[in-house]
């Protein structure tokens, strides 16, 4: 198994160039399947969670082509830079040009099978089409994961509401609608990204109106949103917590570029601060991540906003900020683990509170291998900064929870070995040489 090794103590400087989101992408390619015409997505990211959704997808009967765009031909591409959309301006400053095109001229299989789904919670994101398009899906229940149980309930009480009938049987999810789905009224309970994206495209085809009610408002939903709407969906709403979808009969092909990844900009501006350094983040936009801007901003981190990027600088003498995790716009669940890495190198107290996930803090035993002073109490945490963290051997266990322990290895004196580098592979592109090129003495060692 690979791993990762970090000499750390070396303030970072320089640029990086933030990828397509993977949280976005996923839901985008899953939407092929709405569709026999074609879906281009541009801006896509080279991460293993897209190469499984792509084995999934092909297996229920999708094409996909992959190319590397050329820079004069990133342009007319829908839903580029519409004000508040979440959508990525196609030829924005860095984008990386990657483009995939999906098409599902027939579904051929309506099957989700368990060694598929197993590995990335995001395939459920096939119910809500297969069942659309098809009238039937067979999708494996993902069981949990290392950050909780996360049941799909929501989805499926959801689907119901649309005319969807759901059996759960042998380990797998059996939903049919022989009539085709029909619009309602859906109030999620509680708000859910997945649970939004399935039912955005599920009611897309649906006969009649559908309303969303406290639906998820990140901006990957408005990115999957737009694209809905540029392969001739009508959603409205868009960016609030009431989504109104007027079903239509069929959808075309669109070309779509994926959103810049939040969690990344957020992991390298971290990487910037814990090693009081300066980096220059580019395709990427301040708004997609204020709140853990400002709250980088009251610990004393310099944020400046530049055209097509943000640029990220700390010296030392950064204060303790405490965050709770909450539903965009408030502090993502997905960047705790590495605010939790940089309050452990600040002067004085914090207090991190995780209210989406019920377990969500497996990397505080492998954070305190590094010296770092954590003491958990039921959903909250209390970190007490160290003036240093000493490098040491440490394991992963979840994607967010893996680059803590690799921005933990940098602030820290001496060599950190990271084992179990797997989930970092699923959600960080290229992240050795993206960190490389900022100075940070960081290899991969193949099967460690
Ligand atoms: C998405 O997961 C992201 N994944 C997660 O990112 C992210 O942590 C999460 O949203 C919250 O922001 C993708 O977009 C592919 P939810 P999702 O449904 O959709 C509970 C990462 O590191 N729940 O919003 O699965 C659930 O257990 C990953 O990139 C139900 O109880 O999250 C959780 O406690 C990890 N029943 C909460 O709701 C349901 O039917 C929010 O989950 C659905 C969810």
Redesign the pocket.
Known sequence: MDAIRITGGVPLSGEIVIGGA??AA??LMAATLLTDKSLTLINMPELMDITTMSNLLRQHGARIDQSALAPDARSGVAGSGVAGSGVAGAGEAGTTGRSMTLTTECITNVTAPYDLVRRM??SVLVLGPLLARRGEAKVSLPGGCA??????????KALESLGAKIQLKEGYIHATAPGGLKGANVVFP??????T?NLLMAAALAAGDTILENA?R?P?IGNLAECLNAMGAKITGIGSGTLRIRGVQALHGARVAVMPDR?ETGTYAIASAITRGRITLKGTRFDLLESVFSAMRQAGVSIEPVPGGVVVAAENGLAGVDVMTE?YPGF???MQAQWMALMATADGASMITET???NRFMHVPELTRFGADVNVHGASAIIRGRKKLSGAPVMAT???ASSSLILAGLAAEGETLVNRIYHLDR?YERLEEKLGGCGARIERIIGA
């Open positions: 993977k949280n996923l839901p919670r995001a950050i909780g149980t996360r049941p799909v309930d929501m989805h499926l509680k708000v859910t990204v997945g649970g994206e998820a990140e990957e969690i539903p993502p669940t997905d989406i996930f019920e979840d994607l967010r959600g």
